[in-house]
């Protein structure tokens, strides 16, 4: 049971290079998220979506697009990457039957990107 | 900022030992999630507590919620090193729509 997985888990890019971090998840669950994590921030949502081709922005969403065709997807692209959104980048799964919120969410391992 | 705060923002204490930490949010919530990150990992659920419950058990960890103090606290039994990490809770806002994440503590068990 393959769970959630990421890929790449390490990537080094350059300022304006346009950067694709994948998502998928084996459970069919209905929900995903995108965090960053960065010191002295915890976890920071980026987007997430509810269904397939349902997405919506989170707190930090500038800079970055989201897509998700398929339930079991969920792609993160950074169009144009700055050094500022070197981070290690988080992808989450949960059930959520309750709504957004109610629910465990489950993590991949993660992707630290460097942006030079 | 933050809806959760940790406290404290590290912890060092000896292995069996009780580790305590706490957290505090701004808004109502309809339920209050702790989770632990190991070094380099993603991070691994522990706990849910709903608004309307007041303490939580699971094996060695304990959850308490005061929503009149806006607070929980997570303590963890005779801790051992493999207990080692970072604790974040997280908090779903009533009405709201995305669980928030406080910035951690960092809980390090001595040997």
């Known amino acids: 049971d393959a769970g959630i997985t990421q890929s790449p888990r390490y990537k080094i890019t350059e300022t304006g290079r346009q950067v694709t971090l994948m998502c998928h998840q084996t459970w069919s669950h209905s929900y995903m998220f995108w965090y960053r994590q960065d010191l002295g921030h915890g976890l920071r949502l980026i987007y997430y979506?509810?269904?397939?081709?349902?997405?919506d922005k989170g707190e930090v969403p500038d800079g970055y697009v989201v897509s998700r065709s398929k339930t079991e997807n969920f792609p993160l692209t950074l169009e144009s990457a700055t050094r500022s959104q070197t981070s290690v980048y988080f992808c989450?799964?949960?059930?959520?039957?309750?709504?957004?919120?109610?629910?465990?969410?489950?993590f991949g391992p993660g992707t630290r990107l460097t942006v030079l | 900022s933050q809806q959760g705060e940790e406290d404290p923002q590290a912890l060092s204490i000896q292995e069996g030992e009780n580790a305590t930490m706490n957290c505090s949010y701004k808004?109502?919530?309809?339920?209050l999630q702790w989770y632990r990150q190991n070094s380099g990992r993603g991070l691994v659920h522990l706990i849910l507590i709903r608004s309307n419950e007041r303490e939580k058990h699971s094996g060695r960890l304990r959850v308490t919620l005061d929503t009149s103090k806006k607070s929980s606290s997570l303590l963890i039994t005779a801790s051992r090193a493999a207990d080692t990490a970072s604790y974040f809770c997280a908090t779903a806002p009533f009405g709201g729509f995305k669980t928030i994440f406080g910035a951690g503590t960092r809980l390090f068990v001595k040997a």
């Open positions: 808004t109502s919530i309809n339920n």
């Open positions: 989450a799964s949960s059930d959520e039957r309750g709504g957004p919120g109610t629910d465990t969410q489950y």
């Open positions: 979506s509810a269904a397939a081709d349902i997405t």
